[in-house]
């Protein structure tokens, strides 16, 4: 392979100082460049393709799925390893809420299954997931919430809390197996023998190190040199072999088993060049079965479905998903209305012709007698919400949002589906203030939930091109977390087809799956393709219906979470809509009293509640309205 310089991403915890310390010092710097993050972002750059080699958590390597670990390295434990606990101040199994540290993935997938293992004696359900950092979620601890801290911050509470559940020693009480949470893993053929002896050179370096590492870890945070020392000779084990790779085998199985995990094999890099014969490949015809069936499929697996599966096996596949979550043959709607307030807007997206820039003669905010003729028509159609977005405008204050709000519900007491993540984070911008204290004003005015807008594609380099004054694929996801803990539900959404590819459209339902695995906050899913037309300033990339139709059965396929998936008739047609229905969408979305932003690129769709009815029932479904939760407002029929 030809490249500069590898590219590697690792963790900058103590535990994994021994196996990076090598690599920062020549002559092996002038060979790799390194980047340090959390877990969670070393995963994202391995599976966006810009790292080519991370050190990261083994559950996030399963969820990408076919990667390979470079083998004799890890980082794991033989018994306590005192760096990843949950903590309570009462006993484990009468927990109600678990705050979370999601930096590592697989530490939130081995605390579900020890707590689920000394729970199931008792009956008891598992505890709710609430992602935060590892200060408030220590900081959280009280009454029936406990905490999962990892890492560096977990060695700064040692002590603290009478109640403490070590995961590397509840894992060997239950298997009598090693655990390793941590290895170097990226693509087949990322990494070459010259770069594996590379980086067991490092791994021998650090560890001759460790008991440097420890005092200098202990100068910079007070804690004892002595613990310290301990921690990385005695609690953390360094090696990968025979026994670890049979610890991880087994747990990426009970991940499976418990619905946590893709199905993954361990492979390493080095097997791919001693096999003369590579193993065969699972027979697509048996990839799609799993599909259909509803077992978690990994990143890998969503790729080559996108790549190799007919158009028919697909929807095929997607429809018995469909069947088996909505076995009633009942397609649902909502009469509503998506009122667009403004279109000021200073983000300057490439793809959207609606909006105009601040100053600009065509640039509007809808007063209240506009607004009042519109959501009156609502009424008189038996609509029972109002889905209020618009563009980013600079002098929109939180207020004018609060007051509009409380009008809004005295005067009309419609459903408030409101303000996307990107207005939520302008808002808080503006104003000062965290998300949360946005959302709680907003909420207390009259939101009742929050749309998916925005979402675009969850990757961030395409973001960047399409769209970079917008936030990143984590802050649209933080906002849309901190709603869902709330008790705020939303939808999810993507917008593909610019400079997007399979992979990043797979990336983005794995982002949007694992953050419904934490809050089980998003109702429902929708996706369309770029409406390239008149006031765009990007040339359209994959498109059309075909398309569509393979994108939509893929995510309900992917995300085996997410109870819902509409059709997106606005965009793609009324026929294509009913062909949706059979490519695993239960639901066919809004009456169209107006759309203005995919309306201003030349699609112009509209239908009211009696020809949705219609389409729903000639495509061989009874038809339902809903609301905003899908609950049915009108007997199936």
Known sequence: MTRDRLRVAAVGYLNARPLCEGLDREPASGRMRIDYATPTEVARLVAEDEADVGLMPIAAAAAIGDLRIVRGIAIGSYGPVRSVAVVADRPIEEIQELGVDLSSRTSVVLAQLMVASRRRSKGSALPRLIGCSPRDAVDGVRGGRAALVIGDPALEIEGRFPFVLDLGEAWYEDTGLP?????????????????????????????ARRDELARIHAEKTGLPEASLRAYLRDSVRYGLGDEERRGLEVFLEEGARAGLLPRT?????????????????????????????????????????????????????ADAVRRRKHPHDVVTYIVDRNVNYTNVCTTSC???????????????ILSREELAK?????????????????????????????????????????????LSPEEILHIARLEGLSVHAVLDRLHAAGLDSVPGGGAEILVDHVRRKIAKAKCTSQDWLGVMRVAHHMGLRSSATMMYGTVDTARDRVAHLLKIRDLQDETHGFTAFFCWDFQHEKGTNIEPGDHGSLLYLRQQALARIVLDNVDHVGASWVTQGPEVGQVALRFGADDFGSVMFEENVVSSAGTTFCMNAEAIEKRIRSAGFRAARRNVHYDWLTPPA
């Open 265 to 317: 094999r361990v492979r390493f890099f080095d097997e791919d060049s001693s096999l003369r014969t590579p193993k065969a490949a699972e027979s697509l015809d048996h990839l799609l079965d799993r599909a259909a069936s509803g077992e978690r499929l990994s990143a890998a697996e969503g790729e080559r479905l996108a790549a190799e599966a007919s158009l028919f096996d697909l929807g095929l596949a």
């Open 350 to 364: 490439r793809f959207c012709a609606f909006y105009r820039p601040p100053g600009h003669a065509e640039g509007y």
């Open 179 to 207: 655990f390793v949470f941590a290895a170097w893993c990226g693509r087949s053929g990322a990494v070459t023998a010259a770069d594996e002896r590379l980086l067991e050179r490092a791994k021998e370096q650090g560890l």
């Open 374 to 418: 519109k959501l009156q028509e609502v009424k008189d159609a038996g609509g029972v919400q109002i889905l209020l977005q618009g563009g980013l405008h600079p002098d929109l204050r939180i207020e004018w949002y609060e007051d509009l709000f409380r009008w809004m519900k005295r005067e009309f007491a419609l459903g408030l589906h409101a």
